[in-house]
């Protein structure tokens, strides 16, 4: 649906439309109503269409027209979010303090954190956040874990990627909106703040980070695939140590 | 908003609210409105709202007062599938052949896959998946790996999580519905397939499954971990291998 219409003119058109439909053995219909249509939405939904999905420019509607169940597909089901464990050389994390959310005059030093965008890689996402939040340029190394959660945003499931970076750079410049304070403290300090001994995510933060710089844990790292039935790159998240190993004993 | 109101009475109401709410200095506004008030929905974006987000039952709209840029945040970006690889002691996989999708009259034969549910863990969906597409019980053991994928649905991005399970049961019993054909089948049979040497997912499956059997493949497994802000028990998925190595080594 593109160009306006009066309700009525559109109420006709419809029940022809799902009349035909049913002769010709068709089973879901959708709709998709720009956000400047929004004088049709009643009329379709008195016609027995419900609501699949919107973003801020349409909604989408759908009707099942058969008596079986719908086998529509489910709308998107969960929000995807990064933090970032930026290390280096002297022992030193990145932490900030934020001017909004949870954390909000807490005095607690967390690590950068962010959403990853519709289309956005969850790799570039931690990078991206990091450079906005502080303003240091990183190079992504791993992805150590990551943690899924129920109900926290209108009923939706959160998965949060837990990604380690090497600095590239050192002079932080934070960003003055969302950000109270940023700088580098030794992990020790990072580890000890009371509010990390008491909440099991940041305690496995730490020793996921010391396992990573003393020792030899291996997370999931990006490889780039191709898909034959689209042109687009996506990524594959594995654990490529051991991949790799494997596949070199396999040629020996 | 529950109760049934006039449209004109609504638009009152709601220019009412708007006035105090900007003196107050509040800046964004939130509307649910239940599918049985859609007759209000065309009021609301004339007013300047516009479509959040909206479910089968509902529809959220929003609106900014201040003049500054929105800090609304963005509605579920992915939505989350499994893959599971069956793996038996014969050196077996449980493979399906699907009646609709990308993969139907193809004759190839494939693991069995699904849509992660809103508020489900993703080991429970590999598990389930596997139980209703064939019959088969099975023990979770790790996440091997996962892809991230973009514009795969109405503009969202997809996650699929490629999960490793033994079985714990063996006489397959496949969905009429769905399913069109299940077995277990040598692993090199199925690794051999054309059609798993075209696709670059197909071989990695078959690499990742020989490095995790044969081999010394760490993936992800889920710990429970509960949050000091609610009282639900999450995820988080991390190489619990590794993990563990280095918490001994700590010790001694």
Redesign the interface.
């Given at each position: 649906m593109k160009e306006p219409v009066e309700p009525d003119i559109f109420l006709a058109m419809l029940r022809a439309s799902i009349s035909l439909w049913r002769q010709q053995g068709k089973r879901g219909v959708w709709i998709k109503l720009p956000?400047k249509l929004?004088?049709l939405?009643?009329t379709a939904?008195?016609e027995g269409f419900?609501?699949?999905?919107?973003?801020?420019?349409?909604?989408?509607l759908v009707y099942w027209i058969p008596e079986t169940a719908s086998t529509i597909?489910?709308?998107?089901?969960?929000?995807?979010g990064v933090g970032a464990i930026v290390f280096n050389d002297k022992r030193e994390v990145l932490v900030v303090q934020e001017k909004s959310g949870?954390f909000r005059g807490t005095g607690v030093w967390k690590i950068p954190t962010g959403?990853?965008?519709?289309?956005?890689?969850?790799f570039m996402a931690a990078v991206r956040e990091v450079k906005e939040e502080t303003g240091i340029d990183t190079d992504f190394q791993e992805i150590?874990?990551?943690?899924?959660?129920?109900?926290s945003?209108?009923?939706?499931?959160d998965?949060f990627f837990l990604c380690f970076l090497r600095p590239l750079s050192f002079d932080i410049q934070k960003q003055e909106l969302e950000i109270e304070a940023a700088q580098w403290i030794p992990f020790e300090e990072y580890a000890a703040q009371p509010f990390a001994q008491?909440?099991?995510?940041f305690k496995?933060i730490a020793?996921?980070c010391?396992?990573k710089v003393?020792?030899?844990?291996?997370?999931?790292s990006p490889?780039p695939?191709?898909?034959?039935?689209s042109d687009?790159i996506?990524?594959?998240?594995?654990?490529v140590r051991?991949?790799k190993?494997?596949?070199s004993?396999?040629r020996h």
């Open positions: 956000i929004v004088n939405v009643e939904v008195k419900w609501y699949h999905h919107a973003e801020p420019s349409y909604l989408m597909p489910a709308n998107a089901s969960h929000r995807v949870r959403v990853v965008d519709e289309g956005e890689d969850v150590l874990a990551f943690r899924q959660s129920h109900k945003f209108f009923g939706k499931s998965l008491k909440h099991e995510l496995y020793d996921l010391l396992a003393d020792r030899t844990y291996a997370g999931f490889l695939i191709t898909s034959i039935f687009q996506s990524y594959l998240y594995s654990n051991d991949l190993q494997s596949s004993a396999d």
